[in-house]
Structure formats: C-alpha cells, structure tokens
C-alpha cells in the first residue's frame, strides 16, 4: 500500500512531480508515480485507479486540466489537482479548470507548479485519520 499516487498527465510535468515526492521522500511518506493522460489513455487511467490502494491522489496537469476531475470523479479518495503552468494562458486554463469541478466532484487545488503545497497538503489529509 502506498499512501499518495503521483499522477502527470504527461511527460512534460515531470518537474513538478519531482518537487512533489521530493516533500514526501523528506516526510517518509509512501508514494507511487504515473504519468496517465485522463484524455489519451482513458482506460489506462481507469486501470490505475481500480489496482491503486494509494490514500490521497496528487494530479498534475496542464491546459484543460481534466486529469484531476476525472480521478476525483472516479474513486471516494482525496483528489489534490496542481495546474501547470503553460505558454498560451500563463496555466490560467488548468488554474480555473481545476478550480472549476462540478457539485459532487470535489478536488483540492493547490497554486500553479506548486507539487511541494500538493505534497503538503496530502501529508496533512493523511494525518487526519493518524490523530
């Protein structure tokens, strides 16, 4: 069992994965990573999520961002969305994609390229139930 699984929606994320799990190596806390576009390889990602025993999901995701509302809408577990920065809007897009989920979709937004808040975030949620 790992506590947090790492999902990018692509390749491209990587940095800001890296500075996710790097909080959570320092805390010692369990974590797994994939890179799964919620748009590209839908059935991967349902795949994942249906083998995954992870506690909390931190997805990272740029331009429309669909990746963490996608995990959110698909398992009971905490979802925590990091919008990447982009070239055409600045990562406004997946900024107000994120933050933009529809009534029974809850997702957790952190601010843009922040893996290390997401990371934070999950240490604190998986606390939760250790108090």
């Known amino acids: 069992m ?3 699984s790492i999902i990018c929606g692509s390749t491209s994320d990587v940095e800001v994965a890296r500075s ?3 909080i959570l190596e320092e805390h010692g806390v369990s974590f797994d990573y994939q890179v799964i576009s919620a748009h590209r390889d839908p059935d991967r990602l349902d795949a994942h999520l249906e083998t995954c025993d992870a506690r909390v999901f931190i997805c990272i995701a740029g331009l429309s961002a669909a990746l963490p509302g996608v995990v959110a809408s698909k ?5 925590i969305g990091v919008p990447v920065s982009g070239k055409l809007m600045g990562g406004l897009d997946a900024l107000l994609s994120i933050v933009q989920m529809p009534k029974g979709v809850p997702v957790a937004c952190v601010g843009l390229d922040n893996g290390q808040n997401a990371s934070l975030l999950a240490i604190r949620m998986l606390s939760l139930r250790d108090d």
């Open 2 to 4: 790992v506590d947090v």
């Open 20 to 22: 996710a799990w790097t």
């Open 75 to 79: 398992t009971k577990r905490p979802v």
